[in-house]
């Protein structure tokens, strides 16, 4: 019973031997880094935040720890990481949907598909739609933006997540929602009228529709406030 016992102490002992050369070994040294899923982050970015680099060693690699370290990173909404032997550390990262830009004193409001603020800056880079009418007095970054006119709000990501679904919506380049009774999109030669919220989706695949086939060269507006009524084009005189 007591050779059992100390033969049981030893190869304990052993394997933490064994455990602990390996933490030392270079050889499990993480000597390859693969970030999938970035859009708008640069992978040395997350990379940065989360404290990586080709001195750790795998095992003592603690990607909850990691994860948590991005956790004021307000572009990831979904992060997994897998260690994958002898030194390779895998990252797939799933960001948050920009869908528009709040101008803001003279900066620029970055809100995702939920209502989110994502971030502020003074300029913005991806073709997204300006967003007018909204009215608030103060945002936080990480939380849903709060406004005076919710109704407002609501169609804006009602138009937003409509832009980002359908092919033929992305030259939309500005959203009024100023008059709810006189909604306004805007392209770089076309006025779009949306009149008031009721519909809002059905005038949304209307549009779709219509700028599959139809693109204008001269400036105009688009009415398609009455969904009872053909879609009316007048080029302006």
Known sequence: MKKIYIYILMSIALVALIFML?????WLNIQNIEVNGLETIEKPDIIRQMKLDKTTNIL?????????RLKSNYYIQDIKVTKKLPNTVIINVTERKIVGYIPYISDYIYIDKDGMVIDVKSSYTQPLPIIYG???DSFIIGENLRTDNDEAFEIVMEITNSIKDKEYLKEILKIDVSDLEDIHLYMENLDIVLGNR????IKMNTLNEILKNFTPTEKGFLYIDDINKAPIFKYIT
């Open 198 to 201: 009721e519909a809002i989706n």
């Open 22 to 26: 390996l933490m030392l070994s270079p």
């Open 134 to 136: 909204l009215k608030f």
């Open 60 to 68: 003592s690699f603690n990607s909850l720890i990691a994860k948590r």
